[in-house]
């Protein structure tokens, strides 16, 4: 998780947040106001907007140390842990919730589900949120997987909602809910390039395909006119730990 470090200021200022709405959802879920509140892969902070709205004591755990450090300068209040969530001690008794924002797909697909019924108490609340980008305008989508696969043809993307059939398929919890939120997002181009710039798999690429990637990228937004309209999907899963 840490290939983000080297980008962290890009991240915090070129990453869409998320919908308020995710906290009231939270609360409606959990049958009120949580006492504690974790947060896995916490980055800097995108996620922790939200769950700080809780009011609850926050434990953020972000193994970047760069992520970290720009994390705790922006919620001085939150207890950040510098390491994994697998090397993360949870409370006595657990957490009453449990977050994790776009990076579920870090941990470990074997043992993240039981890690993180482990971590709450047998009434907590699993809440797994992120966005997927996708487009407005008809072909934008299409054209941008066409520029991606030029550059890498192993270039890939997962399921829509793929998190929701993790948690459902690993049967360690029950009543597993799925809410999904739509806003459309215009960007120009440089916001749109500073966007790509965060994304891991674009940055797992060699310099020489980062930038061919962004000149054709650059091109496409201005064969649109100079903006991209982002149709961004926030998919919320809330779940309770099975009680076997």
């Known amino acids: 998780m840490d290939v983000f470090g080297s980008v962290a200021d890009l991240y915090e200022t070129a990453r869409p947040g998320y919908p308020a709405a995710i906290s009231a959802m939270i609360v409606d879920y959990h049958g009120g106001r949580p006492d504690t509140v974790a947060e896995i892969g916490a980055g800097t902070g995108k996620g922790t907007e939200v769950l700080a709205t809780l009011g609850a004591p926050l434990t953020c755990i972000e193994p970047d140390p760069r992520m970290a450090t720009l994390l705790a300068r922006r919620f001085p209040s939150a207890t950040v ?3 994994t969530f697998e090397d993360w001690t949870p409370p006595a008794g657990g957490v ?12 470990d697909p074997a043992t993240r589900n039981t890690h993180a019924r482990r971590a709450l108490t047998p009434t907590g609340t699993l809440a797994i949120f992120g966005h997927r980008y996708d487009y407005a305008e008809p ?7 066409a520029v991606l696969h030029a550059v890498d043809p192993s270039v890939g ?3 829509v909602d793929w998190f929701h059939r993790d948690v459902v398929e690993h049967g360690q919890f029950t009543d597993v809910r799925k809410q999904v939120l739509h806003r ?10 500073a966007l790509v710039r965060t994304f891991g798999p674009f940055l ?18 201005d064969d649109l006119g ?6 961004l999907r926030t998919t919320l899963v809330l779940a309770r730990p099975d009680q076997f």
């Open 81 to 83: 842990h510098t390491g």
């Open 96 to 107: 009453d919730v449990l977050a994790c924002a776009m990076a579920w797909h870090w941990l």
């Open 139 to 145: 072909g934008a989508g299409d054209a941008v997987k």
């Open 157 to 159: 993307e997962r399921p």
């Open 184 to 193: 459309e997002l215009p960007l120009n181009r440089e916001e749109y390039l």
């Open 204 to 221: 797992s690429r060699t310099p020489e395909q980062q930038r061919a990637a962004l000149t054709a990228l650059g091109r496409l937004v």
């Open 226 to 231: 100079g903006t991209i309209v982002l149709d």
